[in-house]
């Protein structure tokens, strides 16, 4: 039996290093080719539920610390904002029409703002606890997962400077953070149209560090109608998303003779470098 | 060796942490420098291939657990990795800036060029721009910037936390 084992085992003492190389090269190989099959899938969830978990403490970590230095430093600040504050109170006080005024004027704000009562969908509100390590996936993590509801697919928006705009979907979920598949990602495409043409196309990213979009499928006939600067929102075609989103705005039209559609270059509406809370769509509470 | 093993995955996977949190928000011209990478190669040349590929495996898959890159993909980037800068090991001599300049240098190319080609060999539909465009050029160049520094924080934790019997992590 030794005299059989050891041959072997010198061999595989000899290579295991390569052997080890293969080994991890064609199981990566086969994961990366059986991706998206029902079940492979899942060791994902399992990592992005257990990672996910740190990333927010890490996240809360950090949140809290800049919170604390933050505090700190509004305590200097505080006794000279109060004397301003207690002086605008008193100043307020007898303006009853002034603030009947700031009133209505806060509602109208507060209509305006309020993203939760403008769509008919029913919105999840999210922190980032983290993004994508890699330069060609872009990728969110967010701090809400299968507990709190969220599923695959769902759409995902954010409001900026008073203007809601889609992020992206729901690519992954785990207990109780998700990954968001953002627009920018190249994987991703999205059913869209010129807001004020209705002209039809299809949005996708040009992948990580590109804050740029492209849409195609836009037919040439549609050349002299539509400009640089128009918005570009959702068309609403598919199951996935509202219509109407904004998405972004035309930066540039090419048109190549051999071509039927045009090429167009958006600036998301978005700036993906600033966002830092999210909300998620769904049709159900 | 599983204590190296063990050691370099604690170190890899506290610094993805920090990587995708905190360091995430150090952005130079639209690029992020790619620390773990950095410091994953810096690891391998000193443990050798053998831990490394196997540390370089596990890393990965976690990597793939946190982005919307398929299952497998980080995993063979960052295996492969291990195997071909673990060659390296004990054959090298680290000065200060030279070799880790260098090592950062080849660290980014091959990150590029692996990544380029899993993409076409799998057809993992990401477009040639998201590999060779300007921001990876920057991300080359703020990753040659910080190799020196990174080595240097390295050597610090490895003198503070060596073991003088059984040396760092072994």
């Known amino acids: 039996m030794s005299s059989v084992g050891s041959p072997l085992r010198q061999l595989v003492n000899r290579y295991r290093r390569g052997f080890i190389l293969i080994v991890f090269l064609a199981s990566s190989s086969v994961m990366i080719l059986f991706n998206g099959t029902p079940g492979v899938a899942r060791p994902q969830e399992i990592g992005l539920s257990i990672l996910g978990f740190f990333q927010g403490v890490v996240s809360g970590s950090v949140h809290v610390a800049g919170q604390m230095g933050s505090f700190v430093l509004d305590l200097t600040d505080l006794q000279a904002k109060y004397q301003k504050s207690a002086a605008l109170v008193k100043k307020y006080e007898g303006d009853e029409r002034a603030l009947v005024q700031l009133r209505e004027e806060n509602h109208r704000l507060r209509e305006q703002l309020s993203f939760h009562q403008s769509l008919p969908y029913f919105n999840v509100p999210v922190e980032i606890i983290g993004r994508d390590p890699s330069k060609v996936y872009s990728t969110l993590i967010v701090n809400k997962g299968y507990l709190d509801g969220i599923r695959k697919n769902l759409p995902v928006v954010a409001t900026q400077g008073g203007v809601t705009g889609l992020v992206g979907k729901i690519a992954e979920v785990g207990l109780t953070s998700s990954v968001v598949q953002p627009i920018l990602d190249a994987n991703l495409f999205i059913a869209a149209r010129v807001e004020n043409t209705r002209h039809e196309g299809l949005v996708t990213g040009k992948g990580n560090n590109q804050e740029f979009l492209s849409m195609s499928y836009v037919k040439k006939t549609s050349l002299g109608q539509i400009h640089r600067g128009d918005l570009v929102v959702t068309a609403g075609i598919d199951s996935l998303y509202p219509a109407d989103l904004l998405i972004g705005r035309i930066q540039d039209i090419t048109t190549k003779e051999y071509q039927t559609s045009l090429d167009i270059e958006l600036e998301p509406i978005l700036d993906f470098s600033r966002l830092e809370y999210l909300n998620i769509l769904r049709s159900e509470p | ?170």
């Open chain 2, 1 to 170: 060796m599983i204590r190296t093993i063990v050691w370099a995955l604690g170190i890899l996977v506290a610094l993805l942490l920090l990587q995708t949190t905190l360091l995430s928000y150090l952005v130079v011209f639209g690029v992020k420098p790619n620390f773990l990478l950095l410091v994953f190669v810096i690891l391998a040349t000193q443990n050798g291939s053998f831990s490394s590929q196997i540390v370089g495996f596990g890393l990965g898959l976690l990597v793939d657990a946190v982005t919307t890159s398929p299952l497998g993909y980080h995993a063979f980037l960052f295996a492969l990795a291990g195997y071909l800068f673990g060659l390296g090991s004990g054959k090298v001599y680290f000065d200060p800036i030279v070799m880790p300049v260098l090592l950062g240098l080849l660290a980014t190319l091959y990150e590029t060029m692996t990544g380029f080609g899993l993409n076409v060999l799998f057809q993992l539909g990401q477009p040639i721009s998201a590999y060779f465009n300007l921001g990876t050029l920057f991300q080359l160049i703020l990753n040659l910037l910080l190799s020196p520094l990174v080595f240097w924080i390295y050597g610090w934790v490895k003198e503070k936390f060596q073991d003088p019997r059984r040396g760092f992590g072994g």
